[in-house]
């Protein structure tokens, strides 16, 4: 008996269930809802509005139909256990569409057929997804089917068998759909030994500390919890009791992996936007619900619920919706442009995989009434990972990751460099995309731009040199092999309370201009801006909530400003609203090495924000100090004596 038979596919109903699980309930049907408008009657996807992917129109019309059906069984799954008349009238309507659209998207002789999976193509990642759907709704979907409705939708899926899955977690979509095939006694004995031999390279690409390497992406990030940690449960769940050990192995990483992910949120519930697919938005929480589900969760249950809720609630108190009511692609509000090509309309709905927690029965842990105060707004803390390269840090309330090293891949250079190359990301700040896909943003982090065709440059291939609760350091070039531009940047971070000491030691072999930016910080209304650039030294920002501050130390020649005030000023480029401002510090160099020294804060109290004396600036040993934050000594052999 799997995991998920002995939880019961047949929940029993109870009269009054806690109220965070009808808040729960309540919080998938305000996404399902929208929906219903857009099944039309025969079709096998749904119209949700957004951009083509760039795969094909097949595999966006299959999007739009599994990763809805997974959202909707989840919620289904919940009304047998409580339920009331308008959620049952909504769920047979919706029940329907989805029948008939799977019979008519595995129907090769209807119009609205989804065609064939193929090697490494888009389908065998829905079909992956599918399965999950098919077994969570087994009791109203695939149970009801006859048996030559199931052969259709067999064979259908029986056309990913033998194909090439990307070497990340995609590989795990090929393991589903052969198991599934062997459960329904349609798959032949050599898939389990394929099965096996894909475990063993997924297998391969965990590096410890709970982390998994995402295959040839080369990426530590979110993916991370909504992929790896999301996929091995419902392994686990489904067809674990073919390989008892393995269950206790992936157990065991998902276990170590969420004592230490409960620090990646502040105090607000969001997460700091980091690495690809962030329009997954509260995807990030995947894991909790379904850990707590298996029982390889060590996390107090209610400390679980409380990320979940905050998280969800940060991001449905936002205007997320898209003129349909349908969640948009973007990460506060519709913002098209940041996604990754390989996004369209129904993308989004990888979210469901939040909804994990309508899986646990009412009596669980999970659901009791107390809350738990989120780590980030305990105390202020520091923790390195050495396996990703990351460091987490908390002040006030915030969350930030700084980035010693999570590698932009040369495959995923087309996704967004910015999405993993700036120095930090931090929760209420955001990041700014690059205006052009080959460009790299000018924010939180050093650029070069070449003279030639102002072509710019930011970090790419990163080796970390130190990951500690309060030091990073990494070394990494600016440039490109086909330009044979190349700056050599060895960069040194501290931190304490919202600032950053940073120093950028560089190699250059041809004359360039160098550009360290901020924060970048964004605003709905220009008018809430206020900018003080004043200064030579010092320059300071507000949105009226939140600011920024840059302050020169060494090395730099003046400042420049990138701002977005009005329409007139370029296409959008920050992910949390329309407009923003940011502060840059330039220097032009020739064919020279050089140090640079700034100092980088983003907060809420202005008084935080005040610029720093500098004391002492001896080789190894410098002194700053502050007129609120008092004394700060840093102290490494790389520190110039700039006295």
Request: aromatic share 14%.
């Amino acid at each position: 008996m799997t995991v998920l038979e002995s939880f019961n596919l047949h929940p029993t109903a109870v009269d009054h269930p806690p109220k965070a699980y009808r808040d729960w309930q309540a919080r998938a049907r305000k996404l399902i809802d929208p929906l219903l408008d857009l099944m039309e009657e025969g079709r096998a996807d749904l119209p949700i509005e957004g951009q083509a992917s760039d795969h094909d129109a097949n595999a966006d019309r299959l999007e739009s139909y599994a990763r809805p059906l997974l959202l909707f069984a989840h919620w289904r799954y919940s009304l047998d256990v409580y339920s009331e008349s308008a959620d049952i009238s909504l769920s047979e309507k919706m029940e329907s569409w989805f029948i008939k659209g799977l019979l008519a998207g595995t129907d090769p002789e209807s119009k609205h057929f989804w065609g064939y999976a193929a090697n490494f193509h888009q389908h065998s990642v829905e079909m992956g997804l599918m399965v999950i759907g098919l077994e969570l709704s087994r009791n109203w979907l695939w149970d009801n089917l006859s048996t030559p409705e199931r052969d259709r939708v067999l064979a259908w899926l029986e056309s990913d068998v033998g194909n090439g899955h990307h070497w990340n977690n995609h590989m795990f979509f090929g393991i589903f759909v052969m198991e599934f095939l062997l459960k329904e006694n349609r798959g032949r004995s050599s898939y389990r030994s394929v099965i096996d031999r894909w475990f063993e390279e997924l297998e391969g690409m965990y590096h410890g500390e709970g982390w998994f390497m995402d295959g040839m992406n080369q990426a530590f990030d979110f993916y991370n919890a909504y992929a790896w940690h999301f996929y091995s449960i419902w392994w686990m769940l489904l067809y674990g009791e073919h390989d008892t050990e393995r269950c206790k192995r992936w157990g065991a990483y998902t276990t170590e992996f969420l004592n230490e992910y409960i620090h990646f949120f502040a105090a607000s519930g969001e997460h700091p936007a980091f690495g690809r697919s962030i329009t997954y938005r509260f995807n990030a929480t995947a894991p909790f619900g379904l850990a707590q589900l298996a029982g390889i969760s060590d996390l107090d249950p209610a400390l679980a619920r409380t990320i979940c809720d905050r998280n969800l609630d940060f991001f449905l108190d936002k205007p997320i919706f898209q003129s349909q009511g349908c969640l948009s692609l973007g990460w506060y509000d519709e913002f098209k442009e940041m996604v990754e090509t390989y996004s369209c309309g129904g993308s989004t709905y990888w979210a469901a995989k939040a909804f994990g927690p309508l899986l646990l029965k009412p009596e669980d842990p999970f659901w009791k009434e107390e809350t738990k105060r989120l780590p980030s707004e305990q105390s202020d803390f520091s923790r390195a990972y050495r396996i990703p390269c990351l460091i987490t840090r908390s002040t006030d309330g915030d969350v930030e990751i700084v980035n010693a090293g999570s590698q932009i891949a040369s495959v995923n250079t087309r996704f967004g460099p910015y999405k993993w190359g700036n120095l930090s990301y931090r929760s209420g700040f955001g990041f700014l995309i690059g205006v052009d896909k080959n460009h790299c943003p000018l924010d939180s982090g050093l650029t070069a731009e070449n003279k030639n065709d102002d072509f710019v440059y930011g970090r790419h291939y990163t080796a970390p040199i130190a990951i500690k609760d309060d030091h990073m350091a990494c070394l990494y070039s600016l440039g490109q092999k086909f330009e044979q531009f190349q700056v050599s940047v060895e960069t040194h971070m501290w931190w304490r309370a919202g600032w950053h000491l940073v120093v950028h030691q560089f190699i250059s072999k041809q004359a360039t201009m160098l550009r360290h930016g901020g924060y970048a910080l964004s605003c709905d209304k220009p008018e809430a801006l206020q900018v003080d650039r004043t200064s030579t030294s010092y320059a300071f920002a507000s949105n009226g909530e939140r600011n920024v501050a840059l302050q020169s130390i060494y090395g730099y020649e003046r400042f420049g400003s990138f701002d977005r005030l009005t329409e007139s000023d370029g296409s959008r480029q920050h992910i949390q609203a329309p407009y923003h401002s940011l502060t840059v510090l330039e220097r032009k160099v020739g064919r020279e090495t050089g140090f640079l020294v700034s100092l980088d804060w983003a907060g809420v109290d202005r008084e935080d924000g005040s610029a720093w004396s500098t004391q002492s600036l001896e080789a190894g040993s410098w002194r700053l100090d502050h007129p609120k934050l008092g004394s700060w000594e840093i102290q490494n052999e790389i520190l110039p004596d700039l006295s």
